[in-house]
């Protein structure tokens, strides 16, 4: 690691309570298992990613969870001491105001249907006329954003996939999008969807295998806490850490 980088680092960093000489980079996040839960071992798939790129640099990681939209605005605060959030996904918009790490991860970004009426599609277009369940802040694919920015898709934008998956149960949406992980984690551990299983799936056709970042603020402070979780990413196997937090549980 160079020196530039752990000076700059030490200006906002705390030192971690259990070792006044260990760095410890601060960062956001939401509840949304099983890539970043405080409900979950390792605080999920993402942070034990991120956890494991800061460890073989010689830092820690210090997460906190918030709702999304107040996740991503901490970070925008110069004053908050958070250099970033996570996980995020790869856009235009958001690499304009962040900067990216290297892939912590892949999320397979689709629909969430009624099991008992599917939707069949092949392009964006065929789903003119439908309302699409989204959550609000998220970022989807960079077609199906466009698209609703330009009114050629409708959409109905909630807080959370929970309600999403429970408007297509209760058959008040037909599709919203969802990654399939997410689903199959919601479908078996939240309680407050135990009527929608076996009502929904995911759909046939993905939308995008998204790439999973953390998404660093445009400071020195980020730029340095970014250089040192991409060189800690170099080192570990983010895929095998992620990869025991993800059991398909949904059906076909």
Not at 175 to 195: C, F, K, N, S
Request: charged share 20%.
């Amino acid at each position: 690691m160079s020196g530039r980088i752990g000076f700059v680092l030490w200006g906002v960093i705390t030192a971690s309570p259990a070792c006044a000489a260990e760095p410890v980079i601060r960062l956001t996040t939401l509840e949304w298992p099983p890539y970043a839960s405080s409900q979950l071992e390792q605080q999920g798939a993402s942070v034990a990613v991120v956890r494991a790129a800061a460890a073989a640099m010689g830092y820690t990681v210090e997460v906190h969870f918030y709702p999304w939209n107040r996740a991503i605005a901490l970070v925008q605060s110069p004053d908050s001491g958070f250099v970033g959030y996570l996980p995020e996904y790869s856009s235009e918009d958001v690499g304009a105001r962040f900067r990216l790490s290297a892939p912590i991860g892949r999320s397979p970004l689709g629909f969430v249907e009624p099991t008992a009426n599917p939707v069949r599609w092949t392009t964006l277009a065929d789903l003119q006329g439908l309302t699409i369940g989204v959550v609000s802040g998220y970022v989807n694919t960079e077609a199906f954003d466009a698209r609703v920015r330009l009114g050629q898709l409708n959409v109905d934008p909630v807080v959370d996939d929970a309600i999403n998956i429970r408007k297509v149960a209760a058959g008040r949406i037909p599709l919203a999008v969802i990654d399939r992980h997410v689903l199959d984690h919601l479908l078996e551990h939240d309680p407050t969807l135990r009527a929608a299983r076996g009502r929904v799936r995911f759909n046939a056709r993905p939308l995008e295998d998204k790439t999973l970042h953390v998404a660093f603020q445009g400071s020195a402070q980020g730029e340095a806490a970014a250089h040192v979780i991409d060189a800690g990413l170099e080192r570990i196997d983010a895929e095998a850490i992620a990869a025991g937090f993800f059991r398909r549980e949904s059906p076909d």
